[in-house]
Each structure stands twice: as C-alpha cells, then as structure tokens.
Antibody
C-alpha cells in the first residue's frame, strides 16, 4: 500500500531554516508528483510547491518563492521541503501529498510534521 | 490565483439528515479538477471526491459531488456519526493549487 512517512516535529528559532522529509513506499516513486501543503492554526490548507519525482522539475507558490526549496532523492524514494528565514507565522503542520492517477486528486498524504517557530 | 469560498462556515445537523456543502470559485474551473476532502481533529485530509463528482476509492455512496463552472456542492445523503468533521474543497487544475477555508459539520 502507498505510504508517505514524514520526519518528526521540529522547533526552530526565527531566521533559521527547517528541512522536512517525506519517504514514499508502495509505488514507483518516479511516476508521480509530490506536493507540499501547510496548515497553520485556524487557517486553510495552503499549497507551497511541488516536484515531479521523475525529472525533478519544481513549481512553487509565489508566496513562498525564494524561501522554499523542494528536492527529491530517487535512490531513497524521498522528497524534501526546506523553508528558510523562518518567522512565527510559519508555525504550522506541513504535509506532503501525492498526486493520484490521471487527475484523481491527491489521495495520499503524509502524517504531517509540526514545525514550531519560537525564540 | 483561484480563490475558493465555502459556505456555510458551520453546519449543525443531526444524524440521518442530509447535508449540502457549497464551494464557489472566483473563476471558472475549466478543467473540472475539483476535489473534496474530510479532515477530523489530529488527522490528515482524506479525499472523498475528485473531478467534481467521482468518489474516491472506499468512499461510501452517501457522499456525492456535483457542479460546474464556479459552483460546486458536496452532498451527504444521510449523515452518519462518523461524518461530523471539517470538509475542504480544492482545485488542483491550475497552479497555484488552492483550498477552501472549510465547512465544519457539527452534531446538532
């Protein structure tokens, strides 16, 4: 079965960077796009960017352009999201999610990683 | 950016009743890439509907989706106790992909 397993909770200071991993199993990693989405307390889900796991092409939300970097390691079947210049407003649960087959939405999600930004 | 606006913000109903949740897009979704998700406290989003009206694998047939253009509806025909949760719509056809702010379905 398809699984996306994310790295554990993080506490970081303002101005620092955080890198969250998403390890995939149960399917051929390079066949699908991985998305990163965050959910701040009381806020709607927010798409940050995505990566084509096959060719590594990325697409970012303009809101996060310049602060977010999404990469993948095909040998590890893993995707990574790094967010820099952290501020308190970045405190949120960060999810990775995988595309479905032929436009069937995003049926697979990681368990979420809580990132807390606090001095 | 396509903004999705859901209504109502909170819907109070009893088990066995019918629920209709609305999602309005700021511009027409020509690709019909509109999905609905359910989220319970402390859990990840679970996809219910994709492509406006297609049920995802394992989703009971009391859940149905409809709509076109800018107006979409998720209908739950007879509410079960486990259906009380927050529901989000999402458009995934045009980057940046966006989500609605959610409708909380609570027990009356």
């Amino acid at each position: 079965q398809v699984q996306l397993v994310q790295s554990g909770a993080e506490v970081n200071k303002p101005g620092a960077s955080v890198k969250v991993s998403c390890k995939a199993s149960g399917y051929t990693f390079t066949r699908y796009v991985i998305h990163w989405v965050r959910q701040a307390p009381g806020q709607r889900l927010e798409w940050m960017g995505s990566i084509n796991a096959d060719n590594g092409n990325t697409r970012y939300s303009q809101k996060f352009q310049g602060r977010v970097t999404i990469t993948r390691d095909t040998s590890a079947s893993a995707a990574y999201m790094e967010l820099s210049s952290l501020r308190s407003e970045d405190t949120a649960v960060y999810y990775c999610a995988r595309d479905g087959f032929r436009g069937s939405g995003w049926p697979y999600w990681g368990q979420g990683t809580l990132v807390t930004v606090s001095s | 950016e396509i903004v999705l606006t859901q209504s109502p913000g909170t819907l109070s109903l009893s088990p066995g009743e019918r629920a209709a949740l609305s999602c309005r897009a700021s511009q027409s979704l020509s690709s019909s890439y509109l999905a609905w998700y359910q989220q319970k406290p402390g859990q990840t989003p679970r996809i219910l509907i994709y492509g406006v009206s297609n049920r995802a694998t394992g989703i009971p047939d009391r859940f149905s989706g409809s709509g076109s253009g800018t107006n979409f509806t998720l209908t739950i025909s007879r509410l079960e106790p486990e259906d009380f949760a927050v529901y989000f719509c999402q458009q995934y056809g045009n980057s940046p992909y966006t989500f609605g702010q959610g409708t909380k379905l609570e027990i009356k």
